[in-house]
């Protein structure tokens, strides 16, 4: 589970409620059921019209990643592929076709199949980045559902304003119920407003964030398997991907090999 999504819901919606018990309000003056079903049925209704039934039928999988998609494993990665390129190395490139079968990762076991078949490495390199254009249109698909969704619930939220600002001023010979009526008008506007900038447009960026991450793991893979596949020694397939690390990450992966490899020397002298 994603929990900076789930925090940063909690704290956005909770901030709004305490801000209300602070001005003195009370949570049931912001219920308006009729606002309520104009806003989010209105916004689901005109996405609806933007897109395709297919790409919408994604929609529970799209928010599946935005709460529950677990984020690479860089170091891991690095770990398996520096392996490989070591037994790459002393036994031949086909001997890794029984760990490439046990791989979770599709990618990277696509890649390995590719460079097991003996497929030359231009054409590896082609048919990966292929795969991950494939992948950022794909996911291009989800942002946009949820930007789409972030700019038509606030336009909605004014319409039902400016419904209930009808209503009120037909019926300005009762002045007694103008206030009420003004105050339940602008209701609508403030759902377009908290569903499009507290769920909305926050899970569009989200997705984009993890999209943008799970692009690094992708380039950092195909740098590794190209590399495996030129012959280079585990060390410089090392040196390659861990250039694709932030720096904090980098140094923290870089100490522990260094204090694995002295392990190694004192067990071979030993």
Excluded at 93 to 100: A, R, V
Aim: hydrophobic share 50%.
């Amino acid at each position: 589970m994603d929990l900076a999504t789930i925090i940063g819901l909690l704290v956005a919606w909770g901030a709004l409620i305490v801000a209300l018990i602070m001005e003195g309000g009370r949570f049931a003056d912001l219920l308006n059921p009729a606002a309520f079903i104009l806003v989010v049925g209105g916004t689901v209704g005109a996405t609806t019209i933007a897109f395709s039934i297919k790409q919408l039928a994604g929609v529970p999988v799209i928010l599946k990643n935005a709460f529950f998609h677990k984020e690479a494993d860089l170091p891991q990665i690095i770990r398996r592929l520096v392996a490989f390129a070591r037994k790459a190395r002393t036994e031949g490139i086909l001997t890794l076709e029984e760990d490439c079968s046990k791989l979770d990762n599709k990618f990277m076991q696509t890649g390995l199949r590719l460079v097991m078949d003996g497929t030359p490495s231009e054409m590896v390199r082609e048919i990966l980045e292929t795969e991950i254009v494939s992948l950022q249109e794909r996911h291009k698909v989800g942002q946009s559902i949820f930007n789409t969704m972030g700019g038509f619930a606030p336009t909605l939220g004014i319409i039902g304003t400016v419904m209930g600002l009808v209503k009120m001023l037909s019926s300005l010979n009762q002045p007694g119920k103008m206030g009420p009526a003004i105050a339940s008008a602008f209701i609508a506007t403030l759902y377009g407003v908290a569903f499009a900038n507290l769920v909305f447009l926050p899970i569009a960026t989200k997705l984009k964030s993890k999209t943008a991450d799970e692009i690094i793991a992708y380039d950092m893979i195909v740098e590794g398997i190209l590399s495996i596949q030129a012959g280079d020694n585990p060390r410089m397939v090392e040196s390659k991907m861990m250039a694709y690390l932030p720096p904090k990450m980098r140094e923290e992966l870089a100490s522990e090999i260094q204090s694995r490899r002295r392990v190694e020397v004192i067990s071979k002298a030993a």
